[in-house]
């Protein structure tokens, strides 16, 4: 498969954490992440010396690592979710950002799978989250027709799962994203009701998905998987020496995914 066809693609950039309140903090650092097409997994698979699905490689991908981590073909599985939520895509491509494993090892604070109909609409976004106890949530999202044809989508929904032991629950998470182009941005303000607690958001330029390219960041970052993983630790202790109050952590939601109503996503 020529690369100058794929819409799989690598998006080099940078992740920004700024807390705004009880205590001022930040944390940035540059990450890079692939943008995958589900539907080009075989051929990625077979093509790229870097890239593995479902098998050891110095990147790889494996469907046990996302949505219900059972292992079973994820496109499926989004599709059944859509349906729940009342969405057809029509068998439109489903193509999911995330970091993927680096030598055998990942974690994913948030995972996007950008869901669009068969003529290339985008029809809806799903946001997993996951937590370093080993837990993970989504939020199944439709996107307005309007945004759909436009470069920025804004989407709301109330905080459901408990990430961080310093955030309490009762917030709400304000998405602002630009869908992967030459260009992708995903940017999270979580809000209290008294104003915005924190801000994050990653912003990544496009590569092609080639080996020289996942070479190249390879050896840019050899251990980005674990600077993630480092990174959310070393930011949990200074909150902690800061005097953060810790917020107890409660049971999970019953279901994995929770479907956003469209009344619900507006943007306020």
């Not at 992740?15 to 990625?44: C, N, Q």
């Not at 790889?60 to 073909?73: L, N, Q, Y």
């Not at 030459?182 to 801000?199: M, N, P, R």
Request: with cysteine.
């Amino acid at each position: 498969m020529s690369d100058t066809v794929r819409s799989s693609a690598l998006y080099a950039g940078a992740v920004l954490h700024r807390r705004l309140k009880p205590k001022r903090h930040r944390l940035d650092y540059r990450v890079f992440s692939l943008l995958l097409d589900l539907d080009e997994l075989p051929a990625l698979d077979r093509d790229l010396r870097w890239f593995g699905h479902n098998r050891f490689a110095p990147l790889s991908f494996h469907d046990r690592d996302h949505g219900p981590g059972d292992g079973r073909p994820l496109r499926a599985w989004i599709e059944s979710e859509l349906a729940t939520g009342g969405i057809d895509l029509g068998g439109g491509p489903i193509r999911v950002l995330c970091y993927p494993r680096l030598w055998g090892y990942v974690f994913n604070p948030l995972t996007v799978y950008f869901c669009h109909h068969k003529d290339g609409r985008l029809g809806a976004i799903l946001h997993q989250v996951s937590n370093t106890f080993g837990e993970r949530h989504c939020y199944l999202i439709p996107v307005d027709a309007a945004e759909a044809a436009g470069k920025l989508v804004r989407q709301t929904c109330d905080k459901e799962f408990y990430v961080s032991p310093f955030m309490p629950m009762e917030t709400t998470y304000h998405f602002r994203i630009r869908p992967p182009d030459e260009k992708v941005a995903v940017a999270i303000q979580q809000t209290d009701t008294e104003g915005t607690v924190l801000h994050a958001s990653f912003t990544g330029r496009r590569r092609p998905l080639t080996d020289r390219t996942l070479r190249a960041a390879v050896t840019r970052h050899p251990l980005m998987t674990l600077k993630v993983m480092a990174g959310i630790h070393w930011e949990a202790l200074w909150l902690w020496l800061k005097g953060l109050r810790i917020v107890p952590r409660g049971p999970a939601p019953s279901h994995l995914v929770t479907v956003v109503r469209p009344r619900e996503a507006d943007a306020p």
